[in-house]
């Protein structure tokens, strides 16, 4: 949480620039009168017309949106560049204006704040330190550095008094003080008064950025954005054509730690006019029928294989004639000399391939040509509205390790899928899973290899993981992509532009023209806008911009298609609008469509349906019964994974994971396919634990894991028996269950290289003890740098602790991160780590800042379940930050208690939180 700083503006005329050379200032007269908007983002759309029946703005508010409306009164109507362009820059101005109306009212909140704030710096510990080793430089006329401790102020209640002793704190932490020709404090009084003096901070910095639980306007992030097109049009929008969200400290869905300028908004205009005219085109046309298209893989290897090997033997046979390059049919004398040199290579390996039994029916993966390590299955055109299967008949080859047994599936994004193989080659199974092209995309395009770790000769490999074993492991008969299948209902859009569905050969016909077209954008309009009524003037701009480009010879498609875009780029659509209460500063309750989009946005990431609207509109959903059972009823949708994958993985830091970069010559069972799976792992956990209603106490020892096939073989788990995540029981004394025996969390807490307790202590801290590590102080040495010699990781982290700056954090995290030690940097057991050219013995025991004694990871599971309350704690914070779109503050705290003692009856169960979260008053207002 960052503390916010803001200046009083004591003139209420505002000359507002922009960074356009063309665009000249202008003045403006305002009022204060406001709610709080974000303060964070350069421009803060409240530009075009707000819904008919309810206005988003103040008093204070509407006086500049009207000033802006006759400043621009063609905002809407971008129908050329040049007119995109001012478009853009009247965008930029407006939105000069709300910040600085923002900043002046978030000042006199922030004051009005600060007055009632008191927090202790603690005296008992600080004082005598300072008393022994600073006061006689700094007091009274010797006063050095404008500091004086003799009349220090032992209570913070303002952001300088904060930074004051904040700067005191940074200048112990960097050694500065006291000089070294001063008397020096040891390793454990600075060390007690840095944890002192941090602790009280911490504390000081959360109240002192308390805003009154203010949600400020927040727009879609990508993923809410890309279901809210799906749902619309029906088909996904891939997530690199959506402007970044960028990086956020806490979720995604926090509008405080959003960004928006005007490049986003160009961005968003272009990416919807994209959308419009892919939307409008598909409307029109029929669903395909669907068709099997089958690979033979053979009929590209085979033949190839035995022309080259031909080729190669012939060549050989004219060398041992005498025969020149030139008569041989090299190009040079080098190239004749490269190829006979590397000719048992070149050509055994073809040979060794064409002595496979089942090469005349079907294909081995192995690494002879490119075919062979990866083949590609094209079947042309794609459609985004369905969805297709990707079907093979493979088996295996004698007996491979099981970690040889799987295809890995990809598209030009990555990774798409894992499926096992299963039978034998003499009697090969059928295996399948599903594919969902994305707007844009022309091709159903997928390639299949064997699942291995990045080393880039197969006998590299094969050395490691299966020295006696064969050459190829994995043999498939053919491949199947069947499709397009699609859901029985149409979407949206799709109906609206056409009720009737096309025919099965032709385009759909349109039911609309010039004279009906305002309907049809009003329609449009108000679902785009998430059922919230536009004004009429905003449709008046629209019809306008449509007829505009009739006029200029524009079809209906592609002049519908403009507009669809501009309301896909309008500040109703982009932005969730929660107006603030227009009297006075109490909590506004959210009107029931409202609670529905917050709510849906929620256990969904995208927008209400059908069903959920009509609770809000009969008023049905302010019944407690009601709301329940629809919370049931998302949660147990498949669209609930949307919430479970952009919560957990946000959370859990999965990002981090992603961005480690393991060495996999040196891990070689890591691969794609195991970092793919071990991040649905996380994922799938949770999901588990809130289906079955389980208390948060798994998330720290769990009786099972949730795995597939993929990660049984890589933790040495049997149960696990297909493709599919399954749940999975442990054995009594099993070491895993729980996030600290995953894979995923276990490799962010590593460099890649090796193990890091530091980073996973530090995780368990904040994540499973709700109680987040103090940033590390300037200048603090690399870890290992205190000593040349090889050294255990366990040696090295203490090495650190001596340092009197990094032990007040370090002695709390550190312990917790060498019970993990015995899980290597892919999160597989072990009971030595490498130093130097030695095995030595790791040594996972330790004690716990509370007094707690462990020796192995199971034990440490036990002591961090003491700790359950304080779990729960992080979860409902971290939900409601989610949910609510703004991080948890201190003024929360009555409600955040309230809470967790009804969970603590049951034990803190995940679905029940769920619903005490959406059932809260918290939830319910604005």
Not at 7 to 12: A, D, R, V
Not at 54 to 64: L, R
């Amino acid at each position: 949480m960052r503390c916010r700083q803001t200046q009083l503006i004591p003139n209420p005329a505002i000359t507002v620039h922009t960074d356009h050379e063309d665009c000249p200032p202008i003045e403006m007269d305002f009022d204060f009168k406001s709610q709080p908007v974000n303060r964070k983002a350069s421009t803060t759309v409240l530009l075009t017309s707000p819904a008919a029946n309810e206005s988003p703005f103040t008093d204070g508010e509407k006086k500049i949106s009207n000033q802006i409306g006759k400043t621009f009164p063609t905002m809407l109507l971008p129908s050329n560049s040049q007119e995109l362009r001012a478009f853009a820059r009247s965008l930029l101005i407006a939105c000069c204006f709300i910040a600085v109306l923002a900043s002046s009212v978030f000042n006199a909140v922030t004051h009005a704040a600060e007055s009632a704030i008191q927090v202790a710096i603690p005296k008992a510990t600080i004082q005598p330190f300072l008393q022994l080793y600073c006061v006689r430089c700094h007091r009274g006329q010797n006063e050095n550095g404008q500091v004086r401790f003799d009349t220090a102020t032992w209570m913070i209640s303002t952001g300088d008094e904060a930074q004051r002793w904040q700067d005191v704190l940074d200048t112990l932490n960097s050694g500065d003080m006291p000089p070294e020709d001063e008397k020096q404090p040891t390793n454990d009084e600075l060390s007690k008064v840095l944890d002192a003096m941090t602790g009280a901070l911490i504390t000081a910095r959360r109240r002192l950025t308390d805003h009154g639980g203010e949600i400020v306007m927040r727009r879609l992030n990508r993923r809410e954005y890309a279901n809210t097109i799906r749902e619309l049009f029906g088909f996904t929008v891939p997530e690199d054509m959506i402007p970044e969200d960028g990086e956020a400290a806490t979720f995604d869905t926090v509008g405080d730690e959003q960004f928006f300028n005007s490049s986003d908004f160009e961005k968003y205009l272009a990416l919807g006019r994209e959308i419009a005219d892919q939307a409008v085109s598909w409307a029109a046309k029929p669903r395909i029928q669907s068709s099997v298209m089958r690979i033979e893989p053979e009929q590209r290897v085979t033949n190839a294989l035995r022309v080259k090997l031909a080729d190669l033997d012939n060549k050989m046979r004219m060398k041992k004639e005498g025969k020149t390059w030139q008569e041989m049919g090299f190009k040079d004398e080098g190239e004749m000399k490269i190829v006979f040199q590397q000719f048992k290579n070149r050509a055994g390996k073809p040979r060794t391939y064409l002595a496979y039994p089942l090469v005349e029916s079907g294909v081995y993966f192995v690494d002879v040509n490119n075919s062979t390590k990866r083949f590609v299955a094209n079947r042309g055109s794609a459609d985004p509205r369905g969805f297709y299967q990707l079907r093979s008949r493979a088996g295996i080859v004698g007996e491979p390790p099981s970690i040889r047994t799987f295809f890995r599936v990809t598209d030009k994004i990555g990774t798409v899928g894992i499926m096992k193989v299963q039978g034998t080659a003499d009697r090969p199974q059928i295996i399948e899973m599903n594919y969902q092209p994305k707007m844009g995309q022309r091709n159903v395009n997928l390639g299949v290899e064997e699942n291995r770790a990045d080393i880039r000769v197969l006998d590299g490999y094969l050395k490691r993981i299966d020295r006696d074993g064969q050459w190829a492991a994995i043999w498939m008969d053919w491949l199947e992509i069947e499709g397009p299948f699609y859901k029985d209902e149409r979407a949206f859009v799709e109906t609206l532009l056409h009720p009737e569905p096309p025919p099965p050969r032709g385009r759909a016909k349109s039911v609309w023209s010039d004279e009906n077209v305002r309907d049809l954008i009003d329609r449009l309009a108000f679902e785009a806008f998430r059922r919230q009524i536009p004004a009429s003037d905003y449709i008046d701009r629209l019809v306008a911009l449509y007829q505009v480009n009739r006029t200029s010879g524009q079809s209906f498609d592609k002049a519908i298609s403009e507009v669809i875009g501009v309301i896909l780029a309008s500040p109703q659509f982009l932005f969730i609008q929660e107006p603030g209460n227009t009297q006075d500063s109490t909590k506004r309750q959210l009107t029931n469509v409202e609670l529905a989009i917050r709510l849906s946005y929620f256990l969904w990431s995208g927008p209400p349906d059908t069903e959920l609207y009509d609770c809000a509109k009969t008023g049905a959903l302010s019944r407690p019964q009601v709301l329940h059972s629809q919370v049931e009823r998302m949660l147990s949708d498949p669209r609930s994974g949307a919430f479970f994958d952009g919560f957990v993985s946000q959370w859990a830091d999965l990002e981090r994971f992603d961005a480690v970069t393991v060495d996999e010559q040196a891990n070689f069972r890591f691969n794609k396919g195991v970092r793919h799976s071990a991040k649905r792992e996380v994922v799938e956990f949770f999901t588990t634990l809130v289906n079955e209603n389980l208390s948060v106490a798994n998330l720290i020892q769990s009786d099972f894991v949730v795995i597939n096939e993929l990660l049984g073989d890589h933790y040495e788990i049997p149960g696990a028996e297909s493709d599919q995540f399954q749940k999975v029981t442990l054995p009594a004394d099993s070491s895993r269950g729980g996030l600290l025996g995953q894979t995923a969390i276990l490799t962010l807490g590593s460099n890649g290289e090796r193990s890091s307790p530091v980073i996973r202590g530090a995780w368990v801290m904040e994540k499973l003890l709700h109680d987040k590590p103090a940033p590390p102080p300037p200048n603090v040495p690399e870890l290992g740098s205190t000593t040349n010699r090889p050294a255990s990781n366990r040696q090295l982290v203490e090495l650190h602790q001596k340092q009197a700056v990094c032990a007040s954090c370090h002695k709390k995290m550190d312990v917790i991160g060498f019970g993990l030690e015995n899980f290597d940097t892919t999160g597989r057991w072990r009971e030595t780590e490498q130093v130097d050219r030695k095995e030595v013995t790791i040594q996972s025991g330790g004690k716990l800042p509370g007094g707690a004694v462990f020796t192995d990871v199971r034990e440490l599971k036990t002591a961090l379940l003491q700790e359950q309350p304080q779990l729960a704690e992080e979860l409902v914070e971290s939900l409601l930050a989610y949910g609510l779109g703004r991080t948890v503050e201190f003024s929360d705290a009555d409600q955040v208690e309230q809470i967790l003692q009804r969970l603590k009856r049951e034990d803190f169960p995940m679905r029940s939180m769920i619903h005490e979260i959406t059932n809260s008053q918290l939830f319910h207002t604005k």
